[in-house]
Nanobody, 126 residues
């Protein structure tokens, strides 16, 4: 089964930047319909960070507006989250979510899937 793998997380200081990437493993995303990034801080519920629904406008959590940008590269079949001016309250595990058409290299099938990554930790120190 195709999986999503996040990369680019780590430990940074407040005010610094990171770019998270999300790529398919075991297959290829050949058409992205909707994409999003979510995060879950310790002791808290998972929350929306940024989302671009199918045919819709991108929306951001109020806490990240003006600092974070979601984007995609159709040629590379990648989804990104650029995070600038990071704050300690941005510390969380970040998850990507991509709904679209996937080519499963293992099972040699193509199908519409809504897939979540396993998450990557971002830690921002003060």
């Amino acid at each position: 089964q195709v999986q999503l793998v996040e990369s680019g997380g780590g430990l940074v200081r407040a005010g610094e930047s990171l770019r998270l990437s999300c790529a398919a493993s075991g297959g290829t995303i050949f058409k992205i319909n909707a994409m999003g990034w979510y995060r879950q801080a310790p002791g808290k519920l998972r929350e929306l960070v940024a989302q671009t629904p199918a045919g819709g406008q991108t929306n951001y959590a109020d806490s990240v507006k003006g600092r974070f940008t979601i984007s995609k590269d159709n040629n590379k079949n990648m989804v990104y989250l650029q995070m600038n001016d990071l704050k300690p309250e941005d510390t969380a595990v970040y998850y990507c979510n991509v709904a679209g058409y996937y080519s499963d290299h293992v099972r040699s099938i193509e199908s519409y899937e809504d897939v979540w990554g396993q998450g990557i930790l971002v830690t921002v120190s003060s």
